[in-house]
């Protein structure tokens, strides 16, 4: 082949596709680097039976950093090198989060499930020392209490939620971005000082003992700005044209509101619902300073002390007798399946307004 | 002139924009006074808070509650300082955002302009399910599977770095160290930090990145020149955020550290720290009602402190957003 180019500016190679994002050859030491360094840090721990934190560290990373960086030189010359390493970097961190949410996930799930059985589901914990073996006793009585205390500050936190989210989006008042701010602010509200407030309203001051409610009134700041702020979303979905074509045919506003924006908004505002409880049905420390764990079951949230599952594991942890720890998995694990369940239909309640919308 | 004169008797039709009828005017003033029941709640809760608290501020001084590092109800008179508490809280919130900080921008960069859009969705899943996971739940794996776990870290750290002075630890005891319960509090706050990163990183102009991609950037300067300044101010709000949530976290860190009154000023794999939040719930149980006094003007310490550290964030994450209104 002779070396005479052509240099006009139409003529370039056939293969050449400038438009794709990925030239083949790219595609070839894209793979290479990726696979190379995964397989010699396999191959020294199989060799030398290497720790395998160290080999990840000490092999495998430096391999990988080389490995992309080279990638990046044939691709863009000596600045690739850095691009290499982003590449590097983003995947290497962001896949260090899912270890570190897969490793809480799944000790949560080997540890506690032992413990789990119908028993420990459906008994209370009267009775029951903390060093009984776990054929007797169970978090009945807590599961009981935590739907109660939960499903009580539900019913008051969504009207109030749900009345903020129409003030920001449906009126036309001046304070909406003080409100907005105050909100944000108080989702990062210590729970903590929520339990002291209440406990310093109603449980010092000689109103009340510890009792469900108290409990409930804790979790009410906590969960209202979730609520508000998932709903102010929802509602903010909802064409302008339905509203004001509402509105236009006459309708007072309330009435716009409820016939039509409220049932466009419906599944968003039972995902801001179901986040909300999610938000709170795991919070310890507003519970443990006001509500006192009972070992009975209480269905009365208004009088007497109300055990629920924080404030259970969070006794059991604190014996830290094998058998507690044990019990404490299990509660942990009971937890976690609520959070699952209310985290998977808030999902599936948004996804069919995604679908309906379409 | 003349022609003018009947005009001005004319009177000008108005604009309704307030509601007439009785039931919208409810509907309003109902969405009104729900909106200003979280100023109420917040008001309240300052109220209680320094009506409780008023006792321990007369009888230690507001600057010895503050600043000394004495913690005993046993003496007489009973003696309650919050010092290493608060610097201890600060320390771990800082562990906490410096690891949690890179490891929610990667994720937010690998969700907005790395994956393919399927994987985007199931990474975006897994963030929020990691923040719906209870704090107490992270507690007790904190505990029981991670401390060993991240004592060996703090162990290899020592051992190649001790000479600088954060890294050193002459009681080679590695458990509950500041260390530990900042990898612990960085796992709560990054679904925090990611998610708003995320948030502000999809709604940048894709024409300015577009373009310096047309200009010959690759993704590294891209990264560098036009995403991170473009979007920095909501993502400096949301690293606030999650350092707001740090300082109150409280039962995650009860069990991952040794609390003590010792002022730890920065030695960060000794086992000794203090949390503020971990701090009352730990001796509330016991406590005396001086005592509750006291813990009560700890939590308006707390409370003023992450009020005034979330205002300022959620107010640049506003700003960040001049086009949500």
């Not at chain 2, 590092?69 to 008179?77: E, H, I, L, V």
């Not at chain 2, 923040?131 to 704090?135: E, G, K, N, V």
């Not at chain 2, 107010?315 to 001049?322: E, F, L, R």
């Given at each position: 082949m002779e070396k005479v180019t052509d240099l006009t500016p139409v003529a370039r190679p056939k293969t050449a596709a400038p438009w794709s994002r990925k030239s083949p050859q790219f595609v070839l030491y894209a793979s290479l680097a990726s696979i190379v360094p995964a397989a010699v840090a396999l191959g020294t721990i199989a060799l030398t039976g290497m720790d395998f934190m160290a080999a990840l560290f000490i092999v495998f990373l430096p391999l990988q950093i080389v490995a992309a960086a080279l990638v990046g030189i044939t691709v863009y010359g000596r600045r690739g090198i850095l691009e290499g390493l982003l590449v590097v970097a983003t995947i290497f961190l962001s896949s260090f989060v899912f270890v570190l949410l897969g490793s809480v996930i799944w000790s949560v799930i080997s540890n506690g499930f032992s413990a789990l059985s119908a028993s420990f589901i459906f008994q209370n914990n009267y009775y029951i020392q903390p060093k009984t073996s776990l054929e007797f006793g169970g978090v009945g009585h807590s599961i009981l209490g935590s739907l109660l205390i939960v499903g009580l500050s539900t019913i008051v936190t969504v009207p109030l939620g749900l009345a903020t989210a129409v003030y920001l989006t449906e009126t036309q008042g001046k304070s909406k971005g003080i409100i907005r701010t105050l909100l944000q602010a108080m989702s990062g509200l210590p729970s903590v000082v929520s339990g002291l407030f209440i406990y310093a309203m109603f449980i010092a001051s000689g109103i009340t003992t510890y009792a469900g409610w108290t409990g409930s009134l804790a979790l009410i700041p906590l969960m209202l700005p979730t609520v508000a702020r998932v709903t102010e979303e929802a509602l903010r979905l909802v064409p302008v044209e339905l509203r004001n074509g509402a509105l236009a045919l006459g309708a007072p506003a309330w009435r716009a509101f409820v016939q039509v924006t409220l049932p466009a908004a419906k599944s968003g505002i039972v995902t801001a619902i179901l986040l909300g409880v999610a938000r709170v049905i795991g919070e310890t420390a507003p519970l443990v300073l006001t509500t006192f764990a009972a070992d009975r079951t209480n269905l009365n949230p208004f009088e007497g002390a109300m055990g629920s599952l924080p404030t259970y594991l969070f006794n059991y942890i604190a014996f830290g007798f094998d058998e507690s720890i044990q019990r404490a998995w299990g509660a942990a694990l009971?937890?976690?399946i609520l959070v699952a369940i209310l985290f998977i239909s808030a999902r599936v309640a948004s996804r069919t307004r995604t679908k309906a919308r379409k | 002139m003349s022609v003018n004169a009947p005009s001005e008797k004319i009177e000008r039709r108005k604009l309704a924009t307030k509601p007439f009828a009785r039931a919208d005017r409810i509907f309003f003033a109902v969405s009104t006074a729900a909106a200003y029941s979280s100023f109420v709640i917040i008001a309240l809760i300052l109220i209680f808070l320094v009506g409780r608290a008023i006792p321990a501020f007369q009888t230690q001084g507001i600057i010895d509650f503050a600043?000394?590092?004495?913690?005993?109800?046993?003496?007489?008179?009973?003696?309650?300082?919050?010092?290493?508490?608060?610097?201890?809280s600060i320390l771990i919130s800082l562990i906490g955002v410096v690891i949690a900080v890179p490891l929610a921008i990667s994720i937010a960069y690998f969700?907005?302009?790395?994956?393919?859009?399927t994987l985007a969705k199931i990474v975006t899943t897994i963030v929020d399910l990691l923040?719906?996971?209870?704090?107490i739940v992270l507690g007790l794996w904190g505990a029981f599977v991670f401390s060993p776990i991240a004592a060996g870290w703090a162990k290899m750290l020592n051992q190649s770095m001790g000479w600088i002075p954060i890294f050193d630890n002459p009681e080679q005891n590695f458990l509950r160290?500041?260390?530990?319960?900042?990898i612990v509090v960085a796992v709560m706050i990054v679904p925090i930090i990611a998610s708003i990163t995320r948030e502000i990183f999809s709604q940048m102009d894709r024409d300015i990145i577009n373009a310096s991609l047309a200009l010959g950037g690759n993704r590294e300067s891209t990264f560098r020149k036009v995403i991170l300044p473009t979007a920095a101010g909501g993502v400096i709000g949301g690293v606030l955020l999650g350092l707001g949530r740090a300082l109150g976290e409280t039962v995650a860190v009860l069990y991952v550290l040794n609390i003590s009154f010792d002022i730890n000023w920065g030695s960060v794999l000794q086992a000794k720290g203090g949390s503020v939040a971990s701090m009352i719930i730990s001796k509330f149980g016991e406590a005396n009602p001086d005592e509750i006094s006291a813990l009560m003007a700890a939590g308006l310490v707390l409370f003023v402190f992450t009020l005034?550290?979330?205002s300022i964030a959620s107010?640049?994450?506003?700003?960040?957003?001049?086009w949500r209104k």
């Open positions: 009971v937890i976690l | 600043f000394g590092s004495t913690w005993d109800s046993a003496a007489t008179p009973a003696t309650f300082q919050l010092g290493p508490m608060l610097w201890g969700i907005e302009f790395m994956a393919h859009k923040a719906a996971i209870p704090s160290s500041p260390f530990i319960a900042g005034i550290i979330n107010y640049i994450v506003a700003k960040a957003q001049p």
